[in-house]
């Protein structure tokens, strides 16, 4: 269920949005590829599953005996669709040809709606909040706004406090977390209050979803069919991909979760070896969890069993690209897993509470790097150092072979302050520089590795003040640490789940 192109889109967004925080004065290539990532979520090949599962899946009664009872229940085995088998047309609902304003889908919407709330607080641009418009059954096509996305979804979920539905007939708590993540970014760019669905759903969900017994999880339902009112249950280690999802929204639920795959699984036991599971996916989630909770002992495990199960590269003609290629034999890293375990790349313990929780919105008005040559000139740090008025830039070739070309970049969003500004490159004083407007510099320089710092006057104001530096975030340890197992710190840094033992 997991396999549809869509899926590519949304996880390669993840590690996309933290790094965007690491450069909040440079955001340009990174908006333009959520720019992309949106566009191509309208198309057919986003909602491919929708727009040609029709009806009952002809083949249910040739699915491998190992589905029996893991994915599909026993009692209804050979006359019930897998997961990921859309159904589009089965009774209730009927045809529904608009993948985003289907009863069901939420599996599409959700993430859409997660997707769209990424690039607008990455960019800042609304331009998905004018009309567009996104594929339909049969080649028809549907006009829809990202508020009106935000709102259908929100809107949805009220009238079904169990969750709406994915595929006709099932509801995925994972991809309700997801869809929840969305409208709590929603709601942070644009004031309103829609993630309150959410919270509402999820004292349904620990009511029905979920068992706790001497404060230890039981079990946990993979999804849930109304129609034949059945939740389809799995161990207590099955709520890893929800725990990512939820961590921003409800960091409690998400811990219970973490530490009871942890339990299930014993990857956080240094006297246990780390058993592999045949589907990966479990331990990249579980290893992305372990780098945000500050978990070291377990992600220096997990890392360690990953760097040889997922065959990290670089690639390129120069070397210049990165990625995971899990022993394939593909021309490319495939989006889902490589994407995904990027995330613990580039994002430091908390990341990404911080963005949901407290996204910075004060970049916005600071001063940015705009022009820059990627990917010929490359950028590690792009950060507005508010006390004293400075914007730091740090530049690289993005392949060697550019090194010493000249290049130009400029600095918008500056004071009208021009007698006051100046520059320093590499520790000295750099003049290569020129105002083309009242809030904007231009700078010109050679491909390579250099270190600016622009003074630009703009300093920090109460409006200014860093959001991420008031956010709570929970931090979890390792039981085997000799810290506490789970603990409140308060950020002061800028800078297929069946196949795995954790279901079982």
């Known amino acids: 269920m997991t396999n549809f192109p869509r899926f590519d889109l949304a996880d390669s967004c993840y590690a996309v949005a933290l790094m965007a925080d690491k450069t909040p004065a440079w955001r340009e290539a990174y908006s333009q590829i959520l720019d992309q990532m949106v566009d191509r979520h309208t198309t057919f090949w986003a909602a491919v599953d929708w727009l040609t599962q029709f009806g009952s899946d002809p083949d249910r009664d040739k699915y491998p005996d190992v589905w029996k009872g893991t994915l599909i229940p026993e009692h209804l085995w050979g006359r019930y669709d897998s997961p990921g088998w859309t159904a589009n047309g089965v009774e209730p609902w009927g045809l529904q040809k608009d993948p985003v304003g289907a009863d069901g889908m939420l599996f599409f919407k959700g993430f859409f709606n997660l997707v769209l709330s990424l690039h607008r607080y990455v960019s800042g641009d609304r331009k998905w909040d004018d009309p567009f418009k996104v594929v339909g059954v049969d080649d028809t096509h549907f006009q829809w706004t990202h508020s009106r996305v935000a709102e259908h979804l929100t809107e949805q979920w009220r009238r079904h406090p169990e969750g709406p539905h994915c595929e006709n007939t099932k509801i995925w708590p994972y991809c309700l977390s997801a869809a929840g993540l969305g409208l709590q970014m929603f709601d942070r760019l644009v004031g309103t209050d829609k993630h309150s669905v959410f919270d509402e759903w999820t004292d349904y969900a620990k009511r029905n979803y979920l068992e706790v017994e001497g404060g230890l999880l039981k079990w946990v339902a993979l999804y849930y069919d109304p129609i034949v009112d059945h939740v389809h249950k799995v161990g207590s280690g099955g709520g890893t991909g929800v725990a990512w999802y939820a961590l921003p929204q409800h960091p409690e639920l998400a811990e219970l979760f973490y530490r009871a795959s942890l339990s299930a699984t014993g990857w956080d036991d240094p006297a ?43 690639f390129g003609s120069e070397s210049e690209h990165f990625g995971y290629w899990f022993h394939l034999g593909e021309p490319w890293p495939r989006g889902q897993m490589s994407a995904s375990l990027m995330v613990t790349d580039v994002a430091d313990p908390g990341d990404w509470q911080r963005l949901f929780i407290s996204p910075n919105l004060a970049k916005f008005e600071q001063p940015t790097v705009e022009g820059i ?14 006390a004293h008025g400075m914007l730091q830039v740090t530049t690289y070739a993005v392949k060697p072979s550019l090194a010493g070309e000249q290049t130009v970049f400029r600095v918008t969003g500056m004071p009208d302050q021009k007698d006051s500004i100046f520059v320093r490159c590499d520790g000295s004083e750099y003049t290569n520089w020129k105002s083309v407007g009242s809030d904007t510099i231009e700078i010109r320089t050679e491909i390579g590795p250099h270190s600016f710092q622009i003074y630009t006057g703009y300093r920090e104001s109460t409006a200014d003040v860093d959001q991420r530096t008031r956010t709570k975030v929970v931090q979890s340890e390792s039981r085997h640490s000799n810290a506490s197992v789970s603990g409140i710190i308060r950020a002061g840094s800028f800078n297929g789940l069946a196949s795995c033992p954790c279901c079982n």
């Open 272 to 314: 246990v070896p780390v058993a592999v599971p045949s589907d990966p996916r479990g331990l990249v989630m579980t290893a992305m969890l372990a780098n945000e909770f500050g978990d070291a002992v377990t992600h220096a495990r997990l890392s360690d069993t990953l760097e040889q199960l997922a065959e990290p590269r670089y």
């Open 373 to 386: 040559e990627f990917p010929r000139l490359g950028l590690s740090q792009a950060w507005n150092d508010l």
